[in-house]
């Protein structure tokens, strides 16, 4: 694997592991970590020894063959490149369809909001044109002097302050409301873009696979091209054990990074909650002044015309508590919401924090991660620092250790790779899967099905590897 693929392994990583990585850390575990990539580094050392001879042997090959290798190496740089486009671009669509359901459900409440405004509205001109114009009237026209007249005047503007409020919030949710609908067209076009973009790599990709696939069947038809093959073999499976390495550390580097994150983005969203309930708690206290000082005015406009207007005072009295039942109501709706969402968030912290859970401690042998297969080549075959396991077309690798994923990512060489942290510094690795039945985070128990076996060219069809580490160390498992 060359350094520019091996970058484009590393950036899909990262980008799969900052979309969905929870998995839990401790420092004492980082740096125990820290140890074990140093004692990598000198095992890369020796295993890029055995790549400079075997780079040697290829030098006596034919011009043809070497040409051959070349287009083949050549494909299989640009396979890697599509793969890791489509990589991104695919977190791309995701994080695009995420927005655009937030945005849509955002909408969905500013259309309520709307909606419950548009009836107050409709309520508050019919109360003013039918019913309060002749109270008004009546009320100043039992004024007895000028100071008198002023004072009645004031009780009248108070009380149409609140409908003049009322008026200008729909109005501004109004606005809101079409900013979000102009929104929510720009996100669905740039969604269908980037799904557009997304199947015309997908078709780029399955191109360049066949081309390299139609390279590698005429090199096999001969002696000397079956010859090239099997170097070519052991090259890739040589770079494929300095990747492997790479791929744990980095791996388990990147995921101490994101779990520092997480708790950052927790506090922050603690945060907000609080300040959350203290704006709603405040906006309770001005409804209630507001209640208060609106029964205040309309007493006092019921003491001042209580003679003449009887009838009609009941009448406004009646509707002014119709109106204050409904927003009493509405006061309770939002309350019930809120204590609904308080009720999620709490419940989604509770799995969290089953998921987070420590781990068990792994004791006596492993379970064969290849229900109804047996092993190809045992640990150690060729310097290879896992054990190949052929099985059935179509059979299904299983979880060997309970423990929870630390990644679930595929390479143009590797097929579908998935790691298992186990604790107590065990990880387990499968590769060469054509497809992964787990993502990044979950907790898997012993015997989970983890992925479709025969997905790696370096591997072969029908067969996969299985790795086991301790302490980040490759050993040979015990079945």
């Not at 009493?328 to 089953?354: F, G, K, M, P, Y």
């Amino acid at each position: 694997m060359t350094p520019k693929k091996w970058r484009g392994v590393a950036a899909a990583v990262f980008i799969g592991l900052s979309l969905f990585a929870s998995a839990q850390t401790t420092s004492e575990k980082l740096q125990q970590l820290q140890q074990d990539l140093r004692e990598q580094k000198q095992l890369n050392d020796q295993q890029a020894k055995q790549l400079e001879q075997l780079r040697k042997s290829l030098q006596n090959l034919s011009a043809q063959q070497k040409a051959t290798l070349a287009r083949l190496d050549a494909l299989a740089d640009n396979v890697a490149t599509l793969q890791n486009e489509l990589a991104t671009v695919t977190a791309r669509v995701g994080l695009a369809e995420s927005r655009l359901a937030d945005l849509t459900s955002r909408r969905t409440l500013t259309e309520a909001r709307v909606a419950r405004l548009q009836a107050d509205v409709r309520g508050l001109l019919n109360t003013l044109y039918r019913e309060r114009s002749g109270q008004y009237l009546a009320l100043l026209s039992q004024s007895k002097s000028l100071s008198d007249l002023l004072i009645r005047l004031d009780y009248a503007n108070m009380s149409g302050q609140h409908n003049v409020q009322v008026i200008n919030t729909l109005k501004a949710e109004s606005e809101n409301l079409r900013v979000q609908q102009a929104q929510q067209e720009q996100q669905a076009k740039e969604l269908r873009a980037l799904q557009s973009e997304r199947a015309a790599k997908l078709t780029a990709l399955r191109q360049r696979r066949q081309q390299q696939q139609s390279l590698l069947a005429s090199l096999r038809k001969t002696a000397e091209g079956q010859r090239t093959v099997a170097l070519r073999t052991q090259a890739q499976q040589a770079l494929t054990a300095q990747s492997i390495d790479q791929l744990v550390g980095q791996v388990v580097q990147e995921r101490a990074r994101i779990e520092a994150e997480r708790q950052r983005r927790l506090e922050e969203e603690r945060k907000r909650r609080e300040e959350e309930a203290r704006r709603i708690a405040a906006e309770q206290e001005r409804a209630r002044q507001e209640a208060i000082r609106i029964a205040q005015l309309r007493a006092e406009q019921e003491r001042r015309a209580r003679e003449a207007q009887q009838a009609r005072e009941r009448a406004a009295a009646a509707a002014a508590a119709e109106a204050q039942r409904q927003r009493q109501l509405a006061l309770q709706r939002e309350q019930a919401a809120l204590r609904d969402r308080q009720a999620r968030v709490s419940e989604a912290q509770s799995q969290a924090a089953i998921q987070l859970a420590p781990l068990p401690p792994s004791t006596g042998p492993v379970a064969f991660p290849l229900p109804g297969g047996q092993v190809s080549a045992p640990y150690g075959a060729g310097g290879a620092q896992w054990v190949l396991l052929r099985g059935p077309s179509g059979s299904q690798a299983t979880a060997a250790l309970e423990g929870n994923v630390l990644a679930s990512t595929y390479y143009a060489s590797l097929g579908w790779v998935v790691l298992l942290d186990n604790g107590s510094g065990v990880v387990t690795g499968y590769f060469g899967l054509q497809d992964a039945k787990v993502s990044v985070g979950d907790r898997v128990a012993r015997g989970t099905p983890i992925g479709t076996i025969g997905g790696s060219p370096v591997f072969g069809a029908d067969q996969m590897a299985f790795q086991l580490r301790e302490g980040g160390t490759p050993v040979a498992p015990r079945f």
